[in-house]
């Protein structure tokens, strides 16, 4: 039974597309996207003739989803282009709803930009507003030989900022051969800003660079100087790039740097992709809804009164909570910060895993507020702070039923 979101967030969602998909995608995640050839026939992007395109407006801090499918492996290249001040930021998962890449800026002057190989399948491309400001941006999907939306951070003919990163990266540390125990090195962005590492076969890995302090970012070049994936902030302040569809044999090269201070030492490794490490990530990031079976804590509120209040400690990791409701009506969830320094983030999700609502700093200073229409049934509410903090958050739960 569908859900309904409110004022501009259902105004998004009904100027986004035309087809809007009921089936479920990318483990649900691409539940209610927008097909980016306009329908399902059209989106196979391994033998359409030409690139599919929908303009996204995103709202109140919620999210596009473009769908697309390959009928078989596929050079592919993603884009989004935010119109006017928006800054768009980019995540593709897979069928499964594993995220397999992620980028911010790559497709230059604030526009994001993701190219890959990828495997038959459905796959979801994910555009939200970096700051949650209102943003209307294009999202394009195409291969590699059709026409980009995006000029490319590093697309600079004879000599220019391309040439200068493969020169970088050539000049950077050798961590050699990526084995079982994968690699590790700790250096600041100042001193260690590149860095190179060789796939002897094909494989899925992950990289990291942790040190909230220093707030590093990260970006992953492929052996053809193509970007394959870039984060900043993935947990907390620091960055992580999962590439769940292995990569390709060759020599990579790891570009690092950092935001509030660069010569802070940072910790930087290459491990293998852990598919259930990074689905708890993103269960721990409120990206995505945790099952209901017991393997992720959630705390029962049981069936909601009129008015909850709850006080709870919490950290940068999601904290999970189920409510039930036994009457349609409007539901008000606030996260209200009991210290100055506090930064409470909210998630809203029903028993399915879909997306209900999202808000940061929608209620008073820093504090967290949505709202939304609601159904008889249950539904799951995520709470944490934003960036590295941890603090004391009062949960205040309520809802207004409608007189007969």
């Known amino acids: 039974m569908p859900k309904f979101r409110l004022g501009f967030a259902a105004l998004a969602t009904l100027i986004a597309a035309p087809a809007a998909a009921q089936d479920t995608f990318c483990g649900e995640a691409g539940t209610g996207g927008q097909w980016i050839g306009g329908t399902a026939e059209t989106s196979d992007i391994a033998t359409a003739d030409s690139f599919g395109e929908q303009m996204a407006l995103v709202l109140n801090g919620n999210r596009f989803v473009g769908l697309f499918s390959l009928s078989e492996a596929t050079e592919v290249r993603i884009e989004a282009a935010g119109r006017g001040n928006g800054d768009p930021t980019l995540t593709l998962l897979g069928p499964d709803g594993t995220e397999v890449a992620t980028d911010d800026d790559s497709g230059g002057n604030g526009a994001s930009r993701i190219e890959t190989t990828l495997e038959p399948g459905a796959y979801c491309a994910v555009v939200r507003s970096f700051d949650d400001s209102p943003m209307t941006a294009f999202v394009r999907v195409g291969r590699i030989d059709m026409e980009a939306l995006t000029t490319g951070a590093n697309d600079a003919p004879d000599?220019?900022?391309?040439?200068?990163?493969?020169?970088?990266?050539?000049?950077?540390?050798?961590?050699?051969?990526?084995?079982?125990?994968?690699?590790?090195?700790?250096?600041?962005?100042?001193?260690?800003?590149?860095?190179?590492?060789?796939?002897?076969?094909?494989?899925?890995?992950?990289?990291?660079?942790?040190?909230?302090?220093?707030?590093?970012?990260?970006?992953?070049?492929?052996?053809?100087?193509?970007?394959?994936?870039?984060?900043?902030?993935?947990?907390?302040?620091?960055?992580?790039?999962?590439?769940?569809?292995?990569?390709?044999?060759?020599?990579?090269?790891?570009?690092?740097?950092?935001?509030?201070?660069?010569?802070?030492?940072?910790?930087?490794?290459?491990?293998?992709?852990?598919?259930?490490?990074?689905?708890?990530?993103?269960?721990?990031?409120?990206?995505?809804?945790?099952?209901?079976?017991?393997?992720?804590?959630?705390?029962?509120?049981?069936?909601?009164?009129?008015?909850?209040?709850?006080?709870?400690?919490?950290?940068?990791?999601?904290?999970?909570?189920?409510?039930?409701?036994?009457?349609?009506?409007?539901?008000?969830?606030?996260?209200?910060?009991?210290?100055?320094?506090?930064?409470?983030?909210?998630?809203?999700?029903?028993?399915?895993?879909?997306?209900?609502?999202?808000?940061?700093?929608?209620?008073d200073g820093t504090d967290a507020r949505l709202v939304a229409r609601t159904l008889p049934g249950t539904y799951l509410v995520g709470v944490k702070q934003v960036g590295d903090q941890s603090g004391f958050v009062r949960l205040l739960a309520e809802r207004f039923i409608p007189a007969p």
């Open 159 to 363: 000599g220019g900022p391309s040439a200068e990163r493969v020169q970088s990266c050539a000049d950077g540390r050798d961590l050699g051969v990526m084995g079982a125990d994968g690699l590790s090195y700790q250096g600041s962005a100042a001193e260690a800003g590149f860095a190179r590492f060789t796939l002897e076969a094909p494989a899925a890995i992950s990289v990291t660079a942790d040190n909230a302090e220093a707030d590093p970012t990260l970006t992953l070049i492929g052996p053809d100087d193509e970007t394959v994936g870039e984060n900043d902030d993935f947990d907390g302040l620091n960055s992580r790039i999962d590439a769940s569809t292995p990569l390709a044999a060759g020599t990579y090269c790891i570009a690092l740097d950092a935001i509030s201070d660069r010569d802070l030492p940072i910790d930087v490794a290459v491990s293998a992709y852990d598919a259930a490490a990074a689905l708890a990530n993103l269960f721990a990031q409120g990206e995505a809804a945790p099952p209901m079976d017991g393997s992720v804590a959630i705390t029962d509120l049981g069936a909601l009164p009129n008015r909850l209040r709850r006080d709870e400690q919490i950290s940068g990791d999601a904290t999970w909570f189920s409510l039930t409701l036994d009457a349609p009506g409007l539901l008000l969830i606030e996260a209200i910060s009991s210290g100055s320094e506090g930064d409470p983030w909210l998630v809203m999700y029903d028993d399915l895993g879909r997306e209900i609502a999202q808000d940061d700093d929608g209620g």
